[in-house]
């Protein structure tokens, strides 16, 4: 909802329960405040999830790239920021510092980057172009990168 004019935030929150052996519960708490800047539909957003360690997610979503890491015991905190240069041409470039929560203790997992281009050549045709990189503190998880490109045409 809008705080004042430009400035709105979203907040959601998801309890989670998994009856095995023993019923566990977990939770999800996920937050966003964006300004909606006057020139070139530019937004900057500031983000956080956390997740705690006996959340469990109804598919293996992963918000670390690379699928290195799921929603469980994870706190994520982020600056997307967008910009449209001309009516048809979207810039987005996000990154993202990523803590553990293991025992309630918060512990430094890395930082995550990622850029995306995304041209609307039609209102039926896209171009856009992807790259991301996931930089991990721990020597367990390798160093991740992803680029890609694609071509999109609906029917």
Known sequence: GPVFSSLYYDVSAILSLFAGENVNTGFLVDGLISYYAPFLSSVVSLNATYATDSFCPFSNSSVVMGGVRDLS??????????????????????????????????????????????????????????????LPVHEEVAPQFASSASFVINF
């Open 73 to 134: 015991g994870l706190l994520k905190l982020g600056l997307v920021s967008s910009i449209k240069p001309f009516s048809n041409f979207l810039v987005v470039i996000s990154g993202d510092y990523l803590m553990d929560d293991v025992d309630s203790k918060l512990t430094s997992f890395g930082f995550q980057w990622y850029a995306n281009l995304k041209w609307q050549i039609l209102s039926d045709l896209q171009f856009s172009l992807y790259c991301g990189q996931l």
